[in-house]
């Protein structure tokens, strides 16, 4: 007799966890007992080590620039230059203003024919000190804050907080501070009000609890020595002078801000997940990055990385991803073999690499379920963002949509197709319509986040490596 045939296998579209492709047991990798065949865990673990490093000591764009760059000198890259000589296989990066950044390796092809681009952002929600931050309150010193990006108020008191930035001198200086991120530093917090006292506040809309002018940083409560006004003030002022040399003018050309004091740290007891502030979206950036400093030689075509900023604020500004740099930067590769700049972006194609809502059975109700990225389902893509009646979204065509199937599954990457949020539940977009509208393929990708925009972040280690893996087959195809 005739066997049955499996249609179930053979017709259903059925995605697995990712743990069953690694062929684990799902004893952490470590522990003794564990058997399993180690090349492609041991593999996402180192990843997911380096990631960690990456992210503890990047919490601004500024120090994502820096970093990046160093583990690029380390990997062959050099400074672009115009005019400088570029041929197939040359390693070169491209700092905007210390705040975004493009690395590219050349390809055999020429520019014309088409260049693989992965743009990520690197600027994270947080608290930007004011122009004018400092003032004292009864006798408490403390910074007035601007907040950045999309956050939830009340989520931000009542946390360590650390300070970073730079502050710009009229002589042409710019000094880098960071205040706690070295464990003998002092932080930072944000008041809020005890329970016992909180009935008013506690009744409000949650929107409504916290208000952005009395997200106040505490900074120093002792008196300097005099029998002057403002003494706490004037006490911190002679500490920052002492340290840096500035005066309280200098907060004027300065970009300082405050952000979660938390140590990036695997979580869960089978150490299958990472919490971090701003994995959304560094966990992005490094995936990008490392895939691009781990390719060997020439690839076909000429790969780019790029690392954006102000995607958090709408991508304006001459660091976001509407900036004329990103032209004058391909153009310049372009030059470099007689090819047009309009040629290479209609040939080329862009990940837009961003991270997307990980399904979170605690909120059921905001998503719907089949077409939610879940947490070790693989890197997610999406084929529009946008909001409503799929407003303000790049949508990827079908046939870049199949293409971007056929490279994954031929690299063995595992992805996922997902949508953030219920229809009408909210939206949000990222810089995918950007490079769309520049007559780029582009389509989004990128890593499931639980907690999105909160001050702790968490990612799927499992995510985080097949976005990395993701990168490199987009680069190398
Ligand atoms: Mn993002
Ligand atoms: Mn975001």
Redesign the pocket.
Known sequence: MEEKKDYRAELFYEPKNGYDFLKGCGVPTGYDGCVCPPTERELMDKYCSEYIRFLDNSRTERECVVNAIELAKAEGFTEFVPGMELKPGSRVYYNNRGKALMLAVLGSEPMSRGINIAAAHTDS?RLDLKQLPLYEDSELAFFKTHYY??IKKYQWTAIPLELHGSIALKSGETLDIVIGRDKSDPIFTVSDLLPHLAGEQMAKKMSEGIKAESMNILIGSAPYDDDGSDRVKLAVLAYLNSQYGIREEDFISAELCAVPAFDVRYLGLDRSLIGGYGH??RVCTFAELRAILDIKGAPRRTAVCIFADK??TGSDGVSGMKSGAFEWFIHQLCKADGSELDDCFANSLCVSAD?TAAFDPNYPDVSEKRNSARLNYGVALCKFTGSRGKSGTNDAPAELVAKIRRILDNNSVQWQMCEMGKVDQGG?GTVAMFMGNRNIDTIDAGVPVLS??APYEVVAAYDCYMTYKCMYAVYTD
Do not use: L, N, S
């Open positions: 929600p990006g999309g959304d979206d995607e958090e991270v949000g999105m925009h």
